[in-house]
């Protein structure tokens, strides 16, 4: 064999570039309008802990 292990390495290679190009994609199947709903209700909960802290931080 003339190429050693070169495809092999190349196939490796090319095995983690695929796993780390899908590796951020979400697969949730939402629409817009449900992905800015499920959004927006995190971020409301995200601020109202905020809030909470901020409030039981001041109160001692």
């Known amino acids: 064999m ?3 292990n070169q495809r092999d390495l190349a196939r490796q290679k090319n095995q983690k570039k ?3 190009l899908t590796k951020g ?3 949730d199947n939402l629409t817009v309008e449900q992905r800015k709903a499920r959004d927006a209700e ?3 909960e995200k601020q ?3 809030e ?3 409030a039981a931080g001041t109160s001692k």
């Open 48 to 50: 109202k802990k905020k």
């Open 2 to 4: 003339t190429r050693g």
């Open 52 to 54: 909470d802290a901020a």
């Open 25 to 27: 994609k979400r697969t």
């Open 42 to 44: 995190l971020m409301r």
């Open 18 to 20: 695929q796993a780390d």
